[in-house]
């Protein structure tokens, strides 16, 4: 194999992107995963797309347009999942739909060339610059070091809302921190996987983490080695085949998953339930 | 006065346009073991919500455990109270064990930033062996029964050393033997650990007959209260329940008591 590829500068800020990206979209599906919210994941980066638009179109930085709109979504939506009396999927699906449309009202709406668009609409890592990696940087350090330190609190938030808010946890405040970095992750991620992509690297690697263990810390590393894995397989196929990297990227993430779901122990109840149980470890 | 940990003065809650609770008033002593039986819908669950901290009161006032409830303000409050729901769905694939989910009663008190300890852990080993549930402490939350769900749920609440237990329909939807178990374990945590104990529901087979008060509720207000042998009377009941009095008198001949 020649591995000259790594010698290139726009290959080495690609395969740093996909690590960092990786790692912060893998640990947000996490959340979104266990809290059965993927819907809103959906519609969150769908805004950003329209977010990043309406900046190009009038004029201003895409990805302040990306993280407002995500964030107001949120917003939206927030309120609907934290109150759970009702199922939010309808309204969910609304917004979502007016997300998908405004993006492409603002395409059309845009003069000249729409390169500019199409390149956040499926993404290009191999563009990406050093102010990107660090965008990247940031919003990966952070959503990792807030799951470190939040870790119990975002533990007893995603098994069950009100058993947290019961023993003392103000759950209402990480619901909403977690939809907040879900934003962050989404707008700095979006030049490299693109609006329509990014959220199977979000769901993807979660997911097949998901069927591989019972134990969540185990969860959240299992999901930001496969995100990572899918980030850097996916740039490989892409620089090989001449492919669009963002689309190698997703399928690596959905193949991955489905290896996961085979051989997902779960799946095998019975068999687990024949197992001793470890003894206590204190 | 210290003795009362409970003091609420006519509260109003509200839901959207529906009154939750009109004028309820009830005060509770330390050590008292209350149960409140109602129809569904007659606000039980929402008094028990003004009691740790989360109803949002229209007005009245109300005082628990020296807290005075304004809204927004019950983190601190419900720290010291355990608090059990009726058996809850929980994803059978979600990655936590049973000793896991009877921490997270720990992670109020322990506070933002600070990790379990070894003290921690040996609270939560106390509580899950109280409870009965020891063999069962690795075991993913999602591959357990009903019955033994509401046992960790006790234990959860009991981690977090509280001074006071809100059950809210603990036994709903379990088996017989289950509720028995359930009814019995509630009854012996409530005597060794000292509590103050508030137990919802609508069935009355499900009230330890050892109550030390019974509360009858309906369309959210307080529709009487006193000992259990005097108040739970066939008259009183079909008037609760709006069923006619020979129909309660065949239900509750037809019941088995549980005795404990």
């Not at chain 2, 108040?231 to 009095?245: A, E, G, K, Q």
């Amino acid at each position: 194999m020649d591995f000259s590829i790594f010698g290139y500068q726009f290959m080495q800020n690609a395969i740093l992107s996909a690590f960092l990206g990786g790692i912060a979209c893998a640990t947000i599906g996490v959340f979104v995963v266990l809290m059965h919210m993927p819907f809103i994941g959906v519609c969150m980066s769908h805004a950003a797309f329209a977010g990043a638009l309406l900046g190009l179109w009038l004029g201003f930085n895409p990805l302040v347009g990306a993280f407002g709109v995500s964030l107001l979504s949120a917003a939206i939506i927030g309120p609907l999942a934290d109150r759970g009396e009702l199922s939010p999927e309808t309204s969910i699906g609304v917004i979502f739909s007016l997300m998908l449309g405004l993006a492409f009202l603002f395409m059309g709406l845009m003069p000249g060339t729409k390169s500019g668009a199409l390149e956040l609409l499926w993404g290009s890592i191999l563009t990406n610059t050093r102010s990107d990696i660090i965008l990247l940087g940031i919003v990966a350090f952070v959503v990792v070091a807030l799951v470190f330190l939040f870790y119990k609190e975002i533990q007893a938030t995603i098994f069950n809302r009100d058993t947290a808010l019961a023993v003392g946890i103000p759950a209402a405040v990480f619901l909403y921190g977690i939809l907040f970095l879900t934003g962050a992750t989404i707008t700095a991620s979006l030049r490299s996987i693109g609006g329509l992509l990014i959220f199977s690297l979000i769901l993807n690697p979660a997911a097949a983490a998901y069927q591989l263990t019972y134990n969540m810390k185990t969860m959240f590393l299992l999901a930001a080695a496969f995100g990572v894995l899918s980030g850097w397989v996916g740039l490989l196929f892409s620089y090989f085949f001449n492919l669009p990297s963002g689309a190698t990227i997703v399928v690596t993430s959905s193949v991955i998953f489905l290896i996961a779901a085979i051989f997902s122990p779960k799946r095998k109840v019975k068999g687990w339930q024949s197992k001793p149980l470890q003894e206590e470890q204190p | 006065m210290d003795n009362e940990l409970i003091v609420i003065d006519n509260a109003v809650v509200s839901y959207r346009e529906d009154i939750a609770l009109r004028g309820v008033s009830l005060k509770v002593s330390k050590g008292e073991f209350v149960g409140i039986i109602g129809p569904n819908g007659a606000g039980k669950t929402t008094l028990l919500t003004v009691v740790n901290g989360m109803g949002k009161l229209l007005a009245g006032k109300v005082r628990v455990l020296g807290h005075y409830l304004r809204s927004g303000n019950g983190h601190s409050l419900r720290k010291k109270v355990g608090y059990v729901p009726q058996v809850q769905n929980i994803d059978p694939r979600m990655p936590i064990c049973v000793r896991e989910v009877v921490m997270i009663g720990r992670y109020g008190i322990l506070g933002i930033l600070s990790r379990p300890g070894r003290d921690d852990y040996e609270i939560v080993d106390e509580a899950i062996e109280l409870v009965g549930m020891s063999h069962l402490a690795r075991r993913p939350i999602g591959h357990l029964s009903g019955g033994e769900l509401q046992r960790v749920s006790i234990a959860r609440a009991l981690a977090q050393q509280p001074e006071m237990l809100l059950l809210d329909e603990p036994t709903a939807s379990l088996d017989w033997k289950a509720q028995s178990d359930i009814l019995e374990l509630v009854k012996m945590v409530h005597d060794t650990r000292f509590l103050t104990t508030l137990f919802v529901t609508h069935d009355l087979s499900c009230l330890p007959v050892t109550c030390d008060r019974v509360v009858l509720m309906k369309e959210g207000i307080i529709w009487g209260e006193g000992p259990p042998e005097e108040l739970l009377t066939d008259d009183n009941l079909s008037r609760l329940y709006d069923m006619p009095v020979s129909v309660v008198r065949s239900r509750r001949e037809k019941a088995v008591p549980v005795h404990l």
